[in-house]
Structure formats: structure tokens, C-alpha cells
Nanobody, 118 residues
Framework: QVQLVESGGGFVQAGASLRLSCAAS????????MGWFRQAPGKEREFVAR????????YYADSVKGRFTISRDNAKNTVYLQMNSLKPEDTAVYYC???????????WGQGTQVTVSS
């Protein structure tokens, strides 16, 4: 099991940038594929981005492709989500999650609120 704590959320104007961080503790961080998800009010949680254990491979939801960048620093046990050109529709609680190989995302953080005003 790994414990995850997100930070970096906030209230910004459309077009601004934010960088989310997710600090992990517990078992070996580099053993986990890491993902970012978000949940807007009244909507289901949706996938945003994921990054492989080594950090070489990334994958994004179409809605954020070209604007968001996921990265990780295994030496610091941290995964990041750089969010540029933010839109009001990006407003949500953002969660990071960890998955072992061939497993579902079983470990989740508490979330960090991102609010983008128009």
C-alpha cells in the first residue's frame, strides 16, 4: 500500500497554469503506475493522465492532451501534473492514484480542488 497526498490546487483565471503534486510514502514508489483523475460536481470521476513506472510512457485524456503534462520524480516519490491553458471545464477535485502492474488503481489521495473562473 502507498499513501498519497496531493497539493497545488487553487483558484485561477481561465488561461492560467497550475502544477499539482502528489507525494507518496510507503512501499516503493517506482513500482507503481501513477495516474491523475478528476471529479467535477455532479459528474463521475474521469481519467486525466497516467505515467509508467519509469516515467517513459505517458497517456492523456483527449480533453487535456496538449495542455497537461504528467511527470514523476522517483527519487522524490512524487508525481506531478502541469496544467496549462486552464479552462472553466477543468474545474474539479483532482486525485492521484497508484496501481501495481496488472492491477487496478487501489491507492488514492484525498484530492485537491482546482477552480478555473471564466
Amino acid at each position: 500500500q502507498v499513501q498519497l497526498v496531493e497539493s497545488g490546487g487553487g483558484f485561477v483565471q481561465a488561461g492560467a497554469s497550475l502544477r499539482l503534486s502528489c507525494a507518496a510514502s510507503g512501499r516503493t514508489f517506482s513500482s507503481y503506475t501513477m495516474g491523475w483523475f478528476r471529479q467535477a460536481p455532479g459528474k463521475e470521476r474521469e481519467f486525466v493522465a497516467r505515467i509508467s513506472r519509469s516515467g517513459i510512457s505517458t497517456y492523456y485524456a483527449d480533453s487535456v492532451k496538449g495542455r497537461f503534462t504528467i511527470s514523476r520524480d522517483n527519487a522524490k516519490n512524487t508525481v506531478y501534473l502541469q496544467m496549462n491553458s486552464l479552462k472553466p471545464e477543468d474545474t474539479a477535485v483532482y486525485y492521484c492514484a497508484a496501481a501495481l502492474p496488472a492491477k487496478d488503481y487501489n491507492d488514492w489521495g484525498q484530492g485537491t480542488q482546482v477552480t478555473v473562473s471564466s
